[in-house]
């Protein structure tokens, strides 16, 4: 694959390094503390004090829902003047819009579902890279007034609307429902909306009975 003019795209936005320091030879009489030099604080297995850099321009994309939100807090830093660097933080509702900014190098760095950074890696051949993961908990079914959901049994013969097709909520959600018994594809009927807001608009207004929400969606 050409790497020529390509950018690399680092998901998620957390570098943890680690220096393993190990010495020979005979041993000395350690100086007083207040005899050695003072150096600068250095970052954890960084050796030496690092230059001061300009700002950089980062594009940063990540998706409506649970991971956009982890984004808040960089966008309203880089609106109001308070970040290092310049970051451009836009949203979008689905990973495949996302993907493909991505690939064209549109974006620098990126907050995706495990299975999409997974799968950029190995279409890139490890050009686009995953530097972190993080596990939210953050899925939520429910249920309209006049229905009585106590556990995943209850959904048998139901409806459930949801987003996420193809992605980790997907995946997911079909694992309890199996580990529970459950048979996704006969058991009850899954309407895949291809944004969050539709579901959510389903659930307003009375034609879906039970839904699955990511968190910052649930409390309706």
Known sequence: ???????????L??????????????????????ALPQQP?????????????????VNVGGLMGP????????AEDARTGRARHNYNVT??????????????????????????AALLYNRTEGEITMIAMSRL???????APEVEIHSLEDLRGRTLATGGQGGMQEYVLRFLL????????????IEFQTEHALVVAQMLDGRAEVACFPSPLSPL
């Open 1 to 11: 694959m050409q790497t020529q003019n390509k950018r690399t795209v680092r998901i």
């Open 13 to 34: 936005i957390l570098i943890l390094t680690f220096a393993l320091l190990a010495g020979c030879g005979g041993a000395a009489t350690p100086a007083p503390a207040e």
């Open 41 to 57: 604080e250095a970052l954890p297995g960084q050796t030496e004090q690092l230059p001061p850099t300009q700002p950089a321009n």
């Open 67 to 74: 991971t956009g939100m982890a984004l808040v807090g960089m």
């Open 91 to 116: 949203f979008d509702s689905a990973p495949d819009v996302i993907q493909g900014k991505i690939l064209s190098g549109e974006l620098d760095i990126a907050a995706l579902p495990t299975n999409l």
């Open 137 to 143: 908990s953050v899925l939520f079914i429910m249920a």
């Open 178 to 189: 199996e580990e529970a018994g459950i048979d996704p594809e006969n058991d009850l009927t």
